[in-house]
């Protein structure tokens, strides 16, 4: 969810904890605009049959013999890019409507949605508010998503386009503000005040985590297997190992685990990624605000530097938990979610005054094998992680993995690993020791921009001078680096974004992507090269935003392709903005109206046409449009022109912007139902079948109307044909060409 439009989420809102003094830093906090106050769009019901391609594949065959969900054998490198010159797609217009719109020619048929059964047991969604047993149903607001071929005999190979496995990140719940229970699971809407029943506390939790669903293709169309024997959900509740330089480490001990080297499950899982040996990095965003923490929690630790990191990862004292889930009852499944100080122990053995620290991680899972452990890859640093993007594999050389931190004024990191990478490794039987060998040991870093357009990348290790003489936290061990890795970060002076979201690398340059989504906090005085925008918009009549309203996409190309490079390049690939902006301060990268977008936050490149999605997570330009997803191709670092924007008492900034796109680089695909937002993107290795998710459609509802439909802003994906009742539901879609080719060709 895109908070910082969000005032009614103040309470729970973990973003922008950096009071660090690096470049960027301001104070005053800007006005915010609630999305929430403002009505956008009409409840159009219309189904124009654009949709109409719901079929009864897309609930899924009972009728295919189960695959085996054994270790498989190890899987094929996928096909190499065949990168597309030209977009070959009439652009889609901006939409109010409550409905998925794409480019002529293509379908987009509901493959999966919140509810959905995924054992032969589970019975149908029936979308009113009774359905429980959520472990054998597909979560809500899906994220982030990977697709992993299968052969027709069920064993993993990346080269399969008809048959797979979705990996879904299910990230959060529809709730209404300061409202604390997920209203459209519970028949009424659900409680609110504390103490939270215990059924529905069981309910809300498995709606968090991930689905592996199997998918396949019957004829043309896509369905999902609702038998599968690979189906699985993760929750928050599944047993996990810590990995790398944090386990067992002190920091990670609870009652839960005394010895720091499991935890339970994994938590707001927003972009993915996927690795070169065919496993799954889901990243855990805004973990922190399902906590809460006393009222006098600081002294009864003393005030010891366990404060200093909990207030840096956005937990003050007396802060409040999202859900009220800590209410449920006295079982330790719901102790868990209060994070005070309540043992006597010295070490946190006996509450959970540590459990934070085991959330904010990449998690790796392989979905080929139930088996495989699930492993938090703590080395990679703690913070909130969205994607992971690799860099361009060369044998006998290390890979390095890029991680954006989204909280305004965050920052970029990446990993070097210390392995070197061997080709064979892509086909390793064991994917999960493959991850042990590259994402355990290594060096973590984060990025430093610089005013000239370079850029330098700072190891954050406890060997740095900078770090070792850090005065407001004193780091113990590397453990303790990774743990508190914004604080580290704040050390060595790393350069404060606006909001990194997810990060992608192009196929054939290995230049690395960032979207930076918005920052409402930027202001004139905090601009600089790499983050250089603040100006004032109008939202309908009478709502004024600012800061860097619409966002941007910074890329980064390493010096002489390194992975393991020190220093880089970087220009602005696109600057979000709306068409009709002023071309020398907001349109910068001159989009016109089929081009413009705001909130660039999913971000994914084709591997089988190289093609840069976009998609949009904003409440800047829902006065005008629905959010969208966007196709591009970019060149590379450095093919535009520097630029001087200049600000109030002749204050200039210079910037770096990437070559205008023209109407054959970039063009809007989609344009998403009322109150969602496009995030997650996947595609069969044949380019045919693109899958996206349709995340939290009328998402705004209190809990009070949640069993009246009139008070819904989206009936979607039911007014497109799909399933029982009217309540909204995120979704998965499959994207097809009526001609059956190749998308987007
Ligand atoms: Fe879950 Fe920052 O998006
Ligand atoms: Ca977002
Ligand atoms: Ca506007
Ligand atoms: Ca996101």
Redesign the pocket.
């Known amino acids: 969810?895109?908070?910082p439009h969000d005032l009614s989420l103040s309470l729970i809102d973990d973003e922008d904890h950096n009071t660090s003094n690096n470049p960027s830093f301001q104070s005053v906090l800007t006005a915010r605009l609630s999305r929430r106050n403002v009505l956008r769009g009409s409840l159009g019901t219309a189904v124009t049959g654009m949709l109409s391609a719901v079929s009864l594949s897309a609930c899924g065959g009972g009728d295919d013999p189960a695959p085996a969900p054994a270790p498989a054998p190890a899987p094929a490198p996928a096909p190499a890019a065949k990168p597309l010159e030209k977009l070959n797609f009439a652009a889609v217009a901006k939409s109010l409507e409550d409905k998925v719109v794409v480019p002529a020619g293509y379908t987009a048929t509901v493959l999966f949605a919140l509810g959905d059964p995924i054992t032969a047991a589970a019975t149908a969604y029936k979308n009113d508010g009774s359905d429980g047993d959520f472990e054998s149903r597909a979560g809500d607001h899906h994220d982030g998503m990977e697709y992993y071929g299968l052969s027709a005999d069920g064993k993993a190979d990346l080269k399969a386009s008809d048959r797979g496995l979705l990996v879904i990140n299910h990230e959060a719940t529809s709730h209404a503000g300061t409202e604390r229970a997920s209203a459209f699971v519970h028949l009424t809407g659900g409680t609110n005040t504390l103490p939270r029943p215990a059924a529905e506390v069981d309910r809300e939790v498995p709606l968090h985590g991930l689905s592996v669903v199997e998918v396949k293709k019957t004829g043309t169309a896509f369905g999902y297997v609702k038998d599968s024997a690979f189906n699985r959900r993760i929750t928050p509740l599944t047993p996990v190992l810590l990995s790398g330089v944090a386990a067992g480490s002190g920091l990670m001990k609870t009652k839960y685990a005394i010895d720091g080297k499991t935890a339970r499950g994994t938590l707001n899982n927003?972009g993915t990624g996927t690795t070169p040996w065919g496993t799954t990095l889901t990243g855990e965003e805004n973990w922190s605000g399902y906590f809460t923490r006393g009222a006098a929690d600081d002294a009864a630790r003393a005030n010891d530097k366990s404060v200093t990191s909990l207030k840096r990862y956005g937990r003050n004292q007396g802060a409040a938990s999202r859900h009220g889930w800590e209410t449920g009852g006295a079982d330790d499944k719901y102790a868990r979610w209060d994070i005070s100080k309540k043992g006597a122990s010295a070490d946190g053995s006996d509450d959970y005054r540590n459990e934070l620290n085991t959330f904010g991680y990449l998690v790796e899972i392989d979905a080929y094998n139930k088996a495989a452990a699930i492993k938090k890859r703590t080395s990679l640093g703690r913070f909130a992680h969205e994607s992971a993007a690799f860099s361009k594999l060369v044998e006998g050389k290390p890979l390095a993995v890029y991680m954006g931190d989204?909280s305004r004024g965050e920052y970029i990191y990446k990993w070097v690993s210390e392995a070197a990478w061997a080709a064979a490794d892509a086909t390793a039987a064991d994917r999960i020791a493959t991850g042990d060998k590259y994402l355990d040991k290594g060096k973590l870093f984060v990025a430093k921009f610089n005013a000239d357009g370079s850029g330098e990348w700072v190891e954050l290790s406890i060997n740095n001078a900078a770090i070792k003489a850090a005065t407001n936290y004193s780091f113990a061990d590397q453990a303790d680096v990774v743990v508190n890795a914004r604080l580290a970060a704040d050390a060595v002076g790393a350069t404060k974004m606006d909001?990194p979201?997810w990060c992608a690398a192009h196929p054939t340059t290995g230049e690395v992507y960032f979207t930076l989504?918005?920052n409402s906090n930027r202001t004139a005085a905090t601009v600089d090269a790499a983050n250089p925008r603040f100006y004032e918009d109008t939202k309908g009549t009478a709502t004024k935003q600012s800061g860097n309203v619409n966002g941007h996409i910074i890329r980064v190309a390493e010096v002489n392709g390194e992975a393991a490079a020190a220093t880089f390049k970087w220009d602005v690939y696109l600057f979000g903005s709306e068409a009709g902006a002023d071309k020398s301060l907001v349109n910068l990268s001159s989009l016109t109206d089929d081009q413009d977008m705001s909130?660039p936050?999913g971000l994914w490149f084709s591997r089988a046409t190289g093609v840069c999605w976009i998609q949009t997570?904003?409440g800047a330009y829902t006065d005008k449009t629905n959010c969208m997803m966007l196709a591009g191709i970019p060149g590379k670092v450095g093919d535009g022109e520097k630029k001087t924007l200049s600000y109030a008492g002749g204050k200039t900034v210079d910037t770096y912007v990437g070559k205008a796109p023209t109407a054959d680089t970039l063009k809007r695909f989609l344009v998403g139902p009322v109150d969602c937002?496009l995030?997650g993107c996947a595609e069969t290795p044949d380019g045919k079948a693109l899958f996206v998710n349709i995340q939290h459609p009328g998402e705004t509802i209190s809990s009070a109307n949640a069993a009246d439909a009139s008070k819904y802003l989206s009936q979607w994906p039911s007014n497109a044909g799909y399933g029982a009742g009217k309540r909204p539901r995120s979704a998965t879609i499959v994207i097809t060409k009526n001609d059956g080719g190749v998308i987007g060709s």
Do not use: A, G, H, V
Request: negative net charge.
């Open positions: 969810m895109n908070k927003c989204d909001r979201e989504t918005n909130s936050d997570d904003d937002e995030t």
